[in-house]
């Protein structure tokens, strides 16, 4: 089946850096990619969505300078956290769609504290 | 915002079936029922999903009613593996670039 690699699984970072995510599709070309945070005890929440070759979608009330997304290729797609604060730690998980795929698939997820 | 409405949490003991209904009233023609799961800390984990026939796969089932307004997700034999929340979504296609909006979901507890 469809497997979604996401790395690291978890980061801890100082406030005031960045932090880099990746999401992988390893046997599927991903034209489509989400990306998603979730706080303790919530439900997942999209931030953003991602087309291959242009610009990310993003959400009502998702900084889109505080989370660069960039989809450079079929295959990887980043998210970067810039100048991280505490209330940025979460859990991030991304997704991957191919247009004939059915379904979503999901990445199991990146850990990010920030200290 | 989510269009399902699912119970908060169940119990189940182990061996046994889990019935986990969603109710998704305002669902369109051209909307598919899916189903997720989540365990602690992992990412969903997706289960089965349907138009309007019920489905089958080696997970679970999936039972729509006629009206396509409720839907149940039946784990034949429960163990304590399954314990997770679960999470019923609508979503307007089968592929392509249609996102997944999630609600609160089930906690479901498999006891010994």
């Known amino acids: 089946g469809a497997v979604v690699s996401q790395h690291p699984s978890r980061v801890i970072c100082k406030s005031g850096t960045s932090v880099k995510i990746e999401c992988r599709s390893l046997?599927?070309?991903?034209?489509?990619m989400f990306w998603y945070r979730q706080f303790p005890k919530q439900s997942l929440m999209l931030m953003a969505t991602?087309?291959?070759?242009?610009?990310?979608?993003?959400e009502q009330g998702v900084e889109k300078d505080k989370f660069l997304i960039n989809h450079a290729s079929l295959t990887l797609s980043t998210l970067t956290v810039t100048s991280a604060h505490p209330e940025d730690s979460s859990f991030y998980i991304c997704?991957?769609?191919?247009?004939?795929?059915?379904?979503?698939?999901f990445g199991n997820g990146t850990r990010l504290t920030v200290t | 915002d989510a269009k399902t409405t699912q119970p908060t949490s169940m119990d189940c003991a182990e061996g046994r079936a889990a019935n986990l209904p969603c109710n998704h009233s305002?669902?369109?023609?051209?909307?598919?029922v899916y189903w997720y799961r989540q365990i602690h800390s992992q990412g969903p984990q997706y289960i089965i999903h349907g138009l309007k026939n019920n489905e089958t796969n080696e997970m679970a089932s999936l039972i729509i009613t006629e009206d396509r307004k409720s839907s149940t997700l039946i784990l034949p034999h429960a163990t304590l593996r399954d314990t997770a929340v679960y999470y019923c979504?609508?979503?307007?296609?089968?592929?392509?670039?249609?996102?997944?909006?999630f609600g609160k979901g089930t906690k479901l507890t498999v006891n010994p």
């Open positions: 046997d599927f070309q991903a034209t489509t």
């Open positions: 991602s087309n291959e070759g242009s610009k990310a979608t993003y």
């Open positions: 305002t669902i369109s023609g051209n909307e598919y």
């Open positions: 997704s991957a769609t191919d247009r004939g795929l059915s379904p979503l698939h």
């Open positions: 979504i609508v979503r307007a296609s089968q592929g392509g670039s249609e996102k997944l909006v």
